[in-house]
């Protein structure tokens, strides 16, 4: 129901002919602006992302930083891919978390289990 829209119907269906003159500017527009900005499409165009991002904000399982432990490098800021800023937050309530968990991996924080997901009462238990 969104062919005639949707950018990347157009991206592996070009050839086809089926595909609506809107969806390939939508294309164009995607593709250069992924030059500039990362995950454009993710981030300011997605219907479904926007919608799912609601869901961030009722979730008992959210993305929770530990502060007592934390040192401020601020690593996990730099490597979110949403550029959501999570150094100075306890929970990351932010609707455009995609719960890719790179920032509760090793890589992503250099001390073990200060970002992790879980419930309120696993971030209890974690302080303890
Ligand atoms: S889970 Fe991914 S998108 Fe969400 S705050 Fe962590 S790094 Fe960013
Ligand atoms: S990477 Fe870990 S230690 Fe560094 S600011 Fe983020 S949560 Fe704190």
Not at 51 to 66: A, D, P
Not at 77 to 82: G, I
Not at 112 to 126: D, H, L, P, R
């Amino acid at each position: 129901m969104f062919n005639d829209i949707d950018p990347y119907y157009a991206l592996f269906n070009f050839w086809t002919g089926e595909v609506k003159i809107q969806a390939i500017i939508l294309l164009i527009v995607v593709l250069v602006s992924s030059l500039l900005i990362e995950r454009p499409w993710c981030k300011y165009l997605c219907p479904l992302g926007a919608f799912l991002g609601v869901f961030n904000f009722i979730s008992i399982f959210k993305i929770r930083r530990n502060k007592s432990i934390c040192i401020s490098c601020k690593a996990c800021d730099k490597l979110c891919p949403m550029n959501i800023v999570i150094s100075d937050k306890n929970v990351i309530k932010n609707h455009q978390c995609i719960r890719c968990l790179k920032c509760t991996s090793e890589v992503g924080c250099p001390i073990e289990n200060t970002v992790y997901i879980g419930t309120k009462v696993g971030e209890i238990n974690e302080i303890k």
